[in-house]
């Protein structure tokens, strides 16, 4: 069985710093990766995935994610936040060669300080 | 546009009464799911359905039905429901199950239901 930890519900940022979403997880086999954005009062978005290739993926807003085999990690950064990236962040994993059905993290609900 | 709809959007009930929250997908997604999101609980999975008349429960299952009788509607049915189904509920399809499927998932805006 699958599972994703977000570490911190909450991670607080000054507009412009770095934003470092955490996600590691465990599967038997490396799973397909996911990160889905949710603004306030709508639905999740996809905002990039891991599938196959190059690890360090690119999504959009200036988001990208790095998938790392040997930490179980695939952690989320933005060199430089924006106000209007306060949201609230999930990541999923769905197995590979499996149902490829997802299981999500707890999310994590990321402030942007002016 | 490909989308998934929900119905309605908001919605305030009470104790009891019986109702029913749509979903409809365009993409031809032979998976859809039901979801709730609770502060501090994340997403809990309700139901699921890998294709037509095909569902199974998923993490919190009790006080829900679904049904699939059409490839592009899942709807979910509240027969008689509790205050503690007050939440957020998000509908979402995806190809999963289709060889070379990702699990990529679709999602709608998301029905918030208040039941008093």
């Known amino acids: 069985a699958q599972s994703v930890t977000q570490l911190g519900s909450h991670v607080s940022v000054s507009e412009g710093a770095l934003v470092l979403l955490r996600c590691n997880y465990s599967?038997?086999?490396?799973?397909?990766l996911f990160w889905y954005v949710q603004y306030p009062n709508q639905g999740l978005q996809l905002l990039l995935k891991?599938?196959?290739?190059?690890?360090l993926v690119k999504g959009i807003n200036g988001f990208e994610a790095e998938f790392k085999k040997s930490e179980t990690s695939f952690h989320l950064t933005k060199p430089s936040a924006h106000m209007s990236d306060a949201a609230e962040y999930f990541c999923?994993?769905?197995?590979?060669?499996?149902?490829?059905?997802?299981?999500f993290g707890r999310g994590t609900s990321l402030i942007v300080h002016p | 546009e490909a989308q998934v709809t929900q119905n309605p959007r908001y919605l305030i009930t009470v104790t009891g009464k019986k109702l029913t929250v749509t979903c409809s997908q365009n993409?031809?997604?032979?998976?859809m799911s039901w979801y709730r999101q609770d502060p501090g609980l994340g997403l809990r999975q309700i139901y699921y359905?890998?294709?037509?008349?095909?569902?199974d429960k998923g993490d919190v299952p009790e006080g829900y039905k679904v049904s699939r009788k059409e490839k592009r509607n899942f709807p979910l049915i509240l027969e008689s429901p509790s205050p503690n189904q007050t939440s957020l509920y998000f509908c979402?399809?995806?190809?999963?199950?289709?060889?070379?499927?990702?699990?990529?998932?679709?999602f709608g805006e998301g029905s918030r239901l208040t039941v008093l």
């Open positions: 979402a399809s995806s190809l999963a199950g289709r060889q070379g499927a990702d699990g990529e998932l679709f």
């Open positions: 599967s038997s086999v490396p799973p397909y």
């Open positions: 891991y599938t196959t290739g190059a690890t």
């Open positions: 999923a994993v769905s197995d590979r060669g499996g149902s490829y059905i997802p299981t």
């Open positions: 993409m031809n997604h032979e998976y």
């Open positions: 359905s890998m294709n037509v008349e095909v569902t």
